[in-house]
């Protein structure tokens, strides 16, 4: 695969990332001040946070095209809410309302002290008023009502009915008589005991107080009094009570801001100490402490220009937005350590232009592809039909790519005011200069703060650090044993089988109690609410539109069919059934009448439903022609999000059965509605991303192996991702569909840095290029990965779901990402390295032409073009002394370095201060050492050598006989070879 290298890309483009880095690095200042100066500019828009601040939960989290909403608008339309005939089966809102549920400390609540309670707290909250002007309105004032009174709460009749009895009271459940009225109880006692349809005990009760909704500014106020009210002085010794209202929902949502802003000020300074910890150096003078402050400075720059431009555009700002700003620190404080590793690569002796232009040249594939990849990942994610996640990816990619810009601007230019703060070897924090090396008679503290300026003499690049080091000889060779890659495989094959479990056992859809904080009074209401309330679902309202001909006998056989398929479906109450159209037919029995005439139907439904008030609401009988009625049908048992989904389906697949055109509602299919678009939405998303991810890669990365292998990264870390967060207790909803895009992202980030490394660096075996990538990238790799999971920690801390569930999925992807990266990919590639296959077959003859060469060999009428080649990589990449270092005194040598090859041999002076080196010719390695006084160096044949040290130029410490024929050689001949 050699061959099939598609670097037509990459060779132009890191090319003239090399270029700009060099013209970032003539013109510091100018790239240092503009970032700060646009990001006071566009920050500004911050001004406008409030007014674009977006958090309706139907509007945000319910999807765009739900047919939900257009069956509200069609049962608006046709069934416009009567204020004077109250029905709450009727809204096609959820209505205007105050709420509170009372459980009993006793087994039951028809206890005398319960219910004296219970009436207390009934009689107080009807005596709430509010001010209107000059007039004080109370309860009464502003209640929905029903033949001019108020909508009851019929439990509250029937305990003041019974009185004193109430305990030895026979109710009945779920109806009870009381007079010539049939009372639901379904909605109003709870946690029932029931043996014949005899109550025999219940443990809470649910009361109700709906308020007409004309007037919402009234209406509102006196929730909010109810909400301050409520809670106050409450003295209850035999009930516990919990509260909401129709706004609690909302209100608390939009509390929610409160809680993220001090955690972004607590994951700020992580991340600056955190950065600082990791480029921290005991070399005082090559400390990167302020290159580390302002990397973290730049991704804070970044956040403030992107949303203020968003802001200033007028794009929404909605509750996730919030977690986007712990998500670009992350990947700016990545980016940062991309680019100091490369920095710190680069030759210390170069000109800092020089060192930045090889900084952004090795640098510009790696930060160009993970900002490409998560910005396009984003902008596929604004294919969403929820508005929530289409502003979180406009404010997100819109950040990525300020980060991108500034990390190449700002940041580039400080390592370039720091490189030439280095160049004159000052102090990092002083700014005075250092000694190179540490007086005798100076303490051990003295060196590790006072002098600085140590670098590689191998390489001529910075010292490697430690972690780097651990890579190279203990994590590498160990990850390379054959028994660790089996233990690797046996891992992946259990990660695989877990994983795919998970995403069979993952539910759908957000639960609204969560878009409330856990310590709320919503929460517990609602948990009541679940606990107490769950047997009897939403009254779901079925509509017949259009002008359905209900005289003629073959239509109302089919429609009469149809209710049956709805009455036969496991969550519907077969007995709880309300139907205008069957209480017409009752009429017209006893009155005689043959509803087989359209003429004779619809002349005596105009006196049907005048008798029968409440019946006029579900018929809309206009012009002589009925346009559209409806009935009702009672659920069951819906308690879970997966109960809502299949009632839903359910439902709606046997209204599109049914002959007649029907269709089904209730005002929490606006919410469910989001069961019907998320998994195929997310499916679609992920597929779109990793297709365009393949197509960046192949694009960008000059090896379709190392692409393949992103690709396959993508869809292991997905899959990976998706079953965990079932056993983490994480629905599938539009925050967990965010980060599952942000994933594809991330997935990219890790496996192309290794993946790329493995395949480009020039090692031989598969093992020695497993272990080269893991020293180059592993460590700035873990870097990254820390530092996006420290940019998200501490909304693990968070009293709200969304940022916990933001945290908690963003972990699954690092740290998935992260074993990824540095465990799976890596053994994989060995197994896999076809192009190391390939190639040596064909440059294997290539390979042993050059290590026969004699290296030592200095006529330049005997070069190839390869050995020029290989000095002038072997002069480019070491610098073998400091640039003031006399090499070749013009003297007579006390030593001659004799260099023997198959059939040739050459000799050259070495004076005897020049360190020497040893070459490694398979991997063209050169180590540095000083040599004695009168040493004598050769070619040894690699069949006298042993397997490690075969073909390699070594010294035997041999002195040099004076009896030797060995001519002294004069150093001046060798000063200009």
């Given at each position: 695969?050699?061959?099939?290298?598609?670097?037509c890309?990459?060779?132009?483009?890191?090319?003239?990332?090399?270029?700009?880095?060099?013209?970032?690095?003539t013109?510091?200042?100018?790239f240092?001040i503009?970032?700060?100066?646009?990001?006071t500019?566009?920050?500004?828009?911050f001004?406008l946070?409030?007014?674009?601040e977006?958090?309706?939960?139907?509007?945000?989290?319910?999807?765009?095209?739900?047919?939900a909403?257009?069956?509200r608008?069609?049962?608006r339309?046709?069934?416009?809410?009567n204020?004077?005939?109250?029905?709450?089966?009727?809204?096609?809102?959820?209505?205007?309302?105050a709420?509170?549920?009372a459980?009993?400390?006793?087994?039951?609540?028809?206890?005398?002290?319960?219910v004296k309670?219970?009436?207390t707290?009934?009689?107080?909250?009807?005596?709430?008023?509010?001010?209107?002007?000059?007039?004080?309105?109370?309860?009464?004032?502003?209640?929905?009502?029903?033949?001019?009174k108020?909508?009851?709460n019929?439990?509250?009749?029937?305990?003041?009915?019974?009185?004193?009895?109430?305990?030895?009271?026979?109710?009945?459940?779920?109806f009870?008589?009381?007079g010539f009225?049939?009372?639901?109880?379904?909605y109003?006692?709870?946690?029932?005991?029931?043996?014949?349809?005899?109550?025999?005990s219940?443990?809470?009760?649910?009361?109700?107080y709906?308020?007409?909704?004309?007037?919402r500014?009234?209406t509102?106020?006196?929730?909010?009094?109810?909400l301050?009210?409520?809670?106050?002085?409450?003295?209850?010794?035999?009930?516990?009570?919990?509260?909401?209202?129709?706004?609690?929902r909302q209100?608390e949502?939009?509390?929610?801001?409160?809680?993220v802003?001090?955690?972004?000020?607590?994951?700020?300074?992580?991340?600056?100490?955190?950065a600082i910890?990791?480029?921290?150096?005991?070399?005082?003078?090559?400390?990167?402490?302020?290159?580390?402050?302002?990397g973290?400075?730049?991704?804070?720059?970044a956040?403030?220009?992107?949303?203020?431009?968003?802001l200033?555009i007028?794009?929404?700002?909605?509750?996730?937005?919030?977690?986007?700003?712990?998500?670009?620190?992350?990947?700016?404080?990545d980016?940062m350590?991309?680019?100091?590793?490369?920095?710190?690569?680069?030759n210390?002796?170069d000109?800092?232009?020089?060192?930045?232009?090889d900084?952004?040249?090795?640098?510009?594939?790696s930060?160009?592809?993970?900002?490409?990849?998560?910005v396009?990942?984003?902008?596929?994610?604004?294919?969403?039909?929820f508005?929530?996640?289409?502003?979180?990816?406009?404010?997100?990619?819109?950040?990525i790519?300020f980060?991108?810009?500034?990390?190449i601007t700002?940041?580039g230019?400080?390592?370039?005011?720091?490189?030439r703060?280095?160049?004159?070897?000052k102090?990092?924090?002083?700014?005075k200069?250092?000694?190179?090396?540490?007086p005798?008679?100076?303490?051990k503290?003295?060196?590790?703060?006072?002098?600085?300026?140590?670098?590689?003499?191998?390489?001529?690049?910075?010292?490697?650090?430690?972690?780097?080091?651990?890579?190279k000889?203990?994590?590498?060779?160990?990850?390379?044993?054959?028994?660790?890659k089996?233990?690797?495989?046996?891992?992946?094959?259990?990660?695989?089988?877990?994983?795919?479990n998970?995403?069979?056992?993952i539910q759908?859809?957000?639960?609204?109690?969560?878009?409330?904080a856990?310590?709320?009074?919503?929460?517990?209401?609602?948990d009541?609410?679940?606990?107490?309330?769950?047997?009897?679902?939403p009254?779901i309202?079925?509509?017949v539109?259009?002008?359905?001909?209900?005289?003629?006998?073959?239509?109302m056989?089919d429609?009469?069919?149809c209710?049956?398929?709805?009455?036969?479906l496991?969550?519907?109450?077969?007995d709880i059934?309300t139907s205008w159209?069957k209480?017409?037919k009752?009429?017209?029995?006893?009155?005689?009448l043959?509803l087989?005439?359209?003429?004779?139907?619809?002349?005596?439904l105009?006196?049907?439903?005048?008798?029968y008030?409440?019946?006029?609401?579900d018929?809309n009988?206009?012009?002589?022609s009925?346009?559209?009625?409806?009935?009702?049908?009672?659920?069951?048992n819906i308690?879970?999000?997966?109960?809502?989904?299949n009632?839903?389906?359910?439902l709606?697949?046997?209204?599109?059965?049914c002959?007649?055109p029907?269709?089904?509602?209730?005002p929490?299919?606006?919410?469910?509605?989001?069961?019907?678009?998320?998994?195929?939405n997310?499916?679609q998303n992920?597929?779109?991303?990793?297709?365009?991810?393949?197509?960046?890669?192949?694009?960008?990365i000059?090896n379709?192996?190392?692409?393949l292998?992103?690709t396959f990264?993508?869809?292991?870390?997905?899959?990976?991702?998706?079953?965990?967060m079932?056993?983490?207790?994480?629905?599938?909803?539009?925050?967990?569909?965010i980060?599952?895009?942000v994933?594809?992202?991330?997935?990219?980030?890790?496996?192309?840095?290794?993946?790329?490394a493995?395949?480009?660096?020039q090692?031989?075996?598969?093992?020695e290029?497993?272990?080269e990538a893991l020293?180059h990238?592993?460590y700035?790799?873990?870097?990254?990965?820390?530092?996006?999971l420290?940019?998200v920690?501490?909304l693990?801390a968070?009293k709200?779901?969304?940022?916990?569930?933001?945290?908690?999925?963003?972990?699954?992807?690092?740290?998935?990402g992260?074993?990824?990266g540095?465990?799976f990919?890596?053994?994989?590639?060995?197994?896999?390295?076809?192009?190391?296959?390939s190639?040596?077959?064909?440059?294997?003859?290539?390979?042993?032409?050059?290590?026969?060469?004699p290296?030592g060999?200095?006529?330049?009428?005997?070069r190839?073009?390869k050995?020029?080649?290989?000095?002038?990589q072997?002069?480019d990449?070491?610098?073998?002394?400091p640039?003031?270092?006399q090499?070749?005194?013009?003297?007579t040598?006390?030593s001659?370095?004799t260099?023997?090859g198959n059939?040739?041999?050459?000799?050259?002076?070495?004076?005897?201060?020049?360190?020497?080196f040893?070459i490694?010719?398979?991997?063209y390695?050169?180590?540095?050492?000083?040599?004695?006084?009168?040493?004598?160096?050769?070619?040894?044949t690699?069949?006298?050598?042993?397997?490690h040290?075969?073909?390699?130029?070594?010294?035997?410490?041999?002195?040099?006989?004076?009896?030797?024929?060995?001519?002294?050689?004069?150093c001046?001949?060798?000063?200009n070879?």
């Open positions: 695969m050699a061959g099939s290298r598609t670097d890309v990459e060779r132009p483009f890191s090319a003239g990332y090399r270029r700009f880095g060099r013209f970032v690095a013109h510091p200042w100018r240092f503009a970032p700060l100066f646009v990001s500019v566009l920050g500004s828009g001004y946070l409030e007014d674009r977006a958090n309706d939960i139907e509007e945000q989290f319910t999807p765009t095209n739900g047919p909403k257009l069956e608008q069609f049962v339309e046709n069934f416009p809410p204020d004077s005939a109250f029905s709450v089966r009727r809204l096609h809102t959820d209505g205007v309302y709420s509170f549920i459980v009993s400390t006793a087994p039951t609540i028809f206890t005398h002290a319960a309670e219970i009436l707290l009934d009689s107080k909250i009807r005596r709430i008023n509010v001010s209107t002007g000059n007039e004080q309105l109370t309860f009464d004032g502003l209640c929905a009502r029903k033949y001019n108020c909508i009851p019929k439990i509250i009749d029937v305990v003041k009915h019974y009185g004193n009895k109430i305990e030895e009271a026979e109710l009945t459940f779920p009870v008589h009381l009225a049939r009372i639901f109880l379904g109003s006692v709870g946690g029932v005991n029931v043996s014949s349809a005899v109550l025999k219940a443990k809470a009760l649910r009361l109700f709906f308020l007409k909704g004309g007037n500014s009234v509102d106020q006196w929730l909010n009094e109810f301050r009210v409520f809670p106050s002085n409450l003295s209850l010794n035999f009930i516990k009570v919990t509260h909401s209202t129709s706004l609690s209100v949502f939009e509390a929610n801001t409160k809680d802003i001090p955690l972004f000020s607590i994951t700020y300074v992580i991340a600056i100490v955190f910890l990791s480029c921290l150096r005991f070399d005082c003078v090559r400390n990167k402490v302020w290159v580390a402050t302002f973290v400075l730049s991704a804070g720059l956040v403030l220009s992107s949303f203020g431009m968003m200033y007028g794009v929404p700002f909605v509750m996730t937005v919030a977690n986007s700003p712990f998500l670009i620190l992350g990947i700016g404080v980016d350590f991309i680019l100091i590793s490369c920095w710190q690569q680069t210390v002796h000109r800092v232009e020089d060192r930045l232009a900084t952004y040249k090795e640098a510009a594939i930060i160009t592809i993970t900002t490409l990849t998560d396009m990942a984003f902008y596929i994610g604004l294919m969403t039909p508005r929530s996640v289409q502003s979180f990816c406009l404010y997100s990619s819109t950040a790519l980060c991108y810009i500034y990390s700002f940041f230019a400080f390592l370039v005011l720091n490189g703060r280095e160049n004159a070897n102090h990092w924090l002083t700014c200069e250092a000694p190179r090396d540490c005798v008679d100076r303490s503290c003295y060196q590790l703060c006072c002098v600085g300026g140590a670098y590689d003499r191998h390489s001529g690049a910075e010292e490697v650090q430690p972690m780097n080091h651990f890579f000889k203990y994590y590498g060779p160990f990850l390379t044993k054959p028994w660790t089996l233990c690797v495989i046996l891992l992946y094959a259990m990660y695989l089988a877990i994983s795919i998970g995403c069979f056992q759908e859809g957000i639960d609204l109690r969560n878009l409330a856990d310590d709320s009074y919503v929460v517990r209401y609602y009541n609410e679940k606990a107490y309330f769950s047997e009897y679902g009254n309202m079925v509509v539109r259009g002008e359905f001909p209900y005289w003629d006998e073959k239509n056989s429609l009469e069919s209710v049956e398929d709805f009455k036969n496991s969550f519907v109450d077969k059934f159209l209480s017409y009752f009429y017209c029995r006893h009155t005689n043959n087989s005439s359209e003429h004779v139907f619809k002349t005596n105009v006196s049907f439903l005048r008798f008030s409440d019946f006029k609401q018929v009988f206009t012009n002589n009925i346009h559209a009625s409806r009935f009702f049908i009672q659920t069951l308690s879970t999000a997966l109960d809502e989904m009632m839903l389906n359910k709606r697949d046997t209204a599109k059965k002959p007649a029907l269709l089904v509602y209730h929490t299919f606006i919410y469910h509605d989001q069961y019907a678009v998320i998994v195929s997310t499916i992920i597929a779109v991303t990793t297709a365009v991810m393949l197509f960046i890669s192949l694009l960008l000059p379709p192996l190392c692409s292998w992103v990264s993508i869809g292991s870390v997905i899959v990976g991702v998706t079953g965990f079932a056993l983490w207790d994480v629905n599938l909803d539009t925050i967990s569909m980060i599952l895009v994933c594809i992202g991330f997935s990219v980030d890790f496996s192309a840095h290794i993946s790329y493995f395949v480009s660096n090692k031989l075996s598969a093992n290029k497993a272990v020293f990238l592993g700035p790799i873990v870097q990254g990965a820390m530092s996006t420290l940019g920690v501490v693990s968070s709200n779901y969304i940022f916990r569930t933001f945290f908690k999925i963003m972990f699954l992807v690092i740290f998935f992260l074993i990824h540095v465990m990919i890596p053994v994989f590639l060995t197994f896999f390295d076809i192009s190391n296959r190639s040596s077959k064909g440059g294997s003859k290539e390979k042993r032409k050059a290590e026969d060469q290296l060999k200095f006529q330049p009428k005997i190839q073009d050995a020029i080649e290989l000095e002038k072997l002069y990449n070491h610098t073998f002394l640039d003031n270092h090499i070749c005194p013009t003297q040598c006390t001659v370095w260099l023997t059939t040739q041999s050459t000799q050259m002076c070495m004076a005897s201060t020049v360190p020497m040893r490694d010719c398979q991997n390695e050169i180590q540095m050492y000083t040599p004695y006084k009168n040493v004598q160096l050769q070619v040894v690699s069949q006298n050598l042993d397997q040290n075969r073909n390699h130029v070594i010294g035997n410490s041999q002195s040099l006989s004076t009896e030797n024929n060995t001519p002294a050689v004069n001046s001949n060798f000063a070879p």
